[in-house]
């Protein structure tokens, strides 16, 4: 599976533009479960919570 990281540029030969495209289009098998559910927090959420542990 191709992976890329965002916060860089890179380029792609030319000569390789049609793999690059066919390895980055590919389907691939999910990594998480259908019913997978997020617990993020909001940061003023979290350090409300972190502050009131602390105490």
Known sequence: MATSTFGKQF???PKKAN???KEMTKKVTPTLKSD???NLMHEKDLRSNLQK???
């Open 36 to 38: 997978f559910r997020s």
């Open 19 to 21: 793999d690059f495209v």
């Open 53 to 55: 542990a602390l105490r």
């Open 11 to 13: 380029t792609v030969n």
